[in-house]
Antibody, heavy 123, light 108 residues
């Protein structure tokens, strides 16, 4: 059974830092592309960051670029998100999600998601 | 950035109704659209990928159609467990993916 389990969320003051983790099991993590997606309370979904299977290719949404760092440890089947200089508008549930691609048309989609971890930025 | 505009933002329907949700892209994105269902307090769940392919395990009453800029998610006969929020997502501009604003399906 595929499982993605996030941890590391909590309450942090503006300007503070937090490191999220996502533990993967039930699939070959080292060959999977991974993402972080967040959802502010009562709002929609926002893609945050992407990391290739090797960890060498990384992308960020403009809203977090320069403040967040995605990484992975394939030996530990784990994905991370280091969040620095946190702001109130970073308050959200953060999900890790695996990317997959359709046959022939090569359309990317997120087939497995974790349960999410809540990050609250407040003084 | 490619914008995804979903409509309606909410709807009320009865069990057994046929429900249609639309998503319009700000530019042509071929078939690079996926649909997710999200229930309160839960993670999104993939229903349809590549515009019209049913994800394994998703009920057959869900279907997707469209290409270019206009896409549709249809629930052929609404069931009690289908009351949720539905999101479209474009992956044409991967890895910079964007979601629609969501459609909340409520009980009439």
């Amino acid at each position: 059974e595929v499982q993605l389990v996030e941890s590391g969320g909590g309450l942090v003051q503006p300007g503070g830092s937090l490191r999220l983790s996502c533990a993967a099991s039930g699939f070959t993590f080292s060959t999977s592309e991974m993402n972080w997606v967040r959802q502010a309370p009562g709002k929609g979904l926002e893609w945050v960051s992407y990391v290739s299977s090797s960890g060498r290719t990384i992308y960020y949404a403009d809203s977090v670029k320069g403040r967040f760092t995605i990484s992975r440890d394939n030996a530990k089947n784990s994905l991370y998100l280091q969040m620095n200089s946190l702001r109130a508008d970073d308050t959200a549930v953060y999900y890790c999600a695996r990317a997959e691609y359709s046959d022939y048309t090569y359309v990317k989609y997120f087939d497995y998601w974790g349960q999410g971890t809540l990050v609250t930025v407040s003084s | 950035d490619i914008q995804m505009t979903q409509s309606p933002s909410s709807l009320s329907a009865s069990v057994g109704d046929r429900v249609t949700i639309t998503c319009r892209a700000s530019q042509s994105i071929s078939s690079h659209v996926n649909w997710y269902q999200q229930k309160p307090g839960k993670a999104p769940n993939l229903l349809i990928y590549a515009a019209s392919s049913l994800q394994s395990g998703a009920p057959s009453r869900f279907s997707g159609s469209g290409s270019g800029t206009d896409f549709t998610l249809t629930i052929s006969s609404l069931q009690p467990e289908d009351f949720a929020i539905y999101y479209c997502q474009q992956s044409f501009s991967t890895p910079l993916l964007t979601f629609g604003g969501g459609t909340k399906v409520e009980i009439k």
